[in-house]
């Protein structure tokens, strides 16, 4: 049984409830618990009273006593630096939620720590292993995509990376420039990879986006679209958790800091592009 510790900024979100449920209900055959838990600002009920996990008295002591760490803070990406500060330097296999750093300088500051205490790492959106576009892959990789677009929901600083996690899953993460020609609230984000080819990602932020918004796919094959809607949340959450009890195993992340750094990278260059005025940005 591998012991895992939870890392958060408030436990009382639901990544941290999702994914400790997946990992005692139908993910309990991949031998990973969750031991004890810690969080640097506490909200609400006692999560871990409430769900009988050990709490932590402090992160040094979640991180000791445990083989891996899920360093979540899925609301607080900028203080992911901060935490990893503390735990990376324990060496221990690290999953980072969502992605590293709200900038590639504090996302290269991770690599970094990482690399110099041995600690393996890995970050990734849920959205990157959809059901669906797991269904779809064997399809699309059958041939080299030009063209690629993506609809999703949220705001673009905090869920930006979903929609960018199904692009940049299809077509590689080697962009070149990047333009977002929307608004604050309709991000219109093109990715340039050269070559003519490109995809472009539509999210958009509205008080019903649950409903009106949701993810999906489109790669152009050929001469022919292979799209779908992405639907099996469930089923998203549980292919992330069940890669993530293989990388605490094997310690092998499946997915190398060059593109940990480039998806960040693109996330910024994004907001760059939109705060002058839609200009494309190089990477």
């Known amino acids: 049984m591998i012991k895992a510790a939870i890392v958060d900024h408030h436990l009382n979100n639901y990544h941290a409830g999702k994914f400790l449920d997946l990992l005692r209900g139908p993910l309990a055959c991949e031998g990973v618990e969750i031991t004890t838990a810690w969080e640097s600002h506490p909200t609400g009920d006692d999560w871990c009273a409430k769900n009988g996990v050990p709490r932590a008295t402090s992160i040094d002591d979640a991180v000791g006593d445990s083989d891996a760490v899920l360093l979540l803070a899925p609301d607080n990406i900028e203080d992911h630096l901060a935490l990893a500060n503390i735990v990376l330097p324990f060496g221990k296999p690290t999953l980072i939620d969502k992605f590293l750093a709200p900038t590639v300088a504090e996302a290269e500051s991770i690599v ?4 110099l205490h041995h600690a393996p790492i890995v970050s990734a959106s849920s959205l990157r292993y959809a059901v669906e576009l797991e269904a779809k892959m064997p399809e699309i990789s059958e041939r080299q995509v030009n063209e690629v677009f993506v609809r ?4 673009w ?5 979903h929609s960018l996690s199904l692009a940049i899953r299809i077509m590689g993460h080697k962009v070149k420039r990047v333009i977002d020609t929307g608004t604050p609230t309709a991000r219109t984000v093109t990715l340039d990879f050269g070559e003519e080819r490109r995809a472009v990602l539509d999210v958009r932020a509205s008080s019903n986006e649950w409903n009106e918004s949701g993810w999906m796919f489109a790669a152009k094959v050929g001469e022919r679209y ?6 099996d949340y ?5 292919n992330l958790i069940r890669r993530t009890c293989r990388f605490f195993k094997t310690k092998d992340p499946g997915i190398e800091p060059e593109e940990l750094l480039a998806i960040v990278a693109i996330l910024e260059a994004a907001n760059v592009s ?10």
């Not at 970094?112 to 690399?115: D, G, K, P, T």
């Not at 600083?157 to 990376?161: E, L, P, V």
């Not at 469930?234 to 549980?238: E, K, N, P, V």
């Open 112 to 115: 970094r720590l990482a690399q």
């Open 152 to 155: 999703g929901m949220g705001m």
């Open 157 to 161: 600083n905090g869920y930006g990376i």
């Open 226 to 231: 292979v799209s779908s809607a992405v639907k």
């Open 234 to 238: 469930d089923g998203f959450y549980a």
């Open 274 to 283: 939109l705060n002058t005025n839609g200009e494309w940005i190089s990477l």
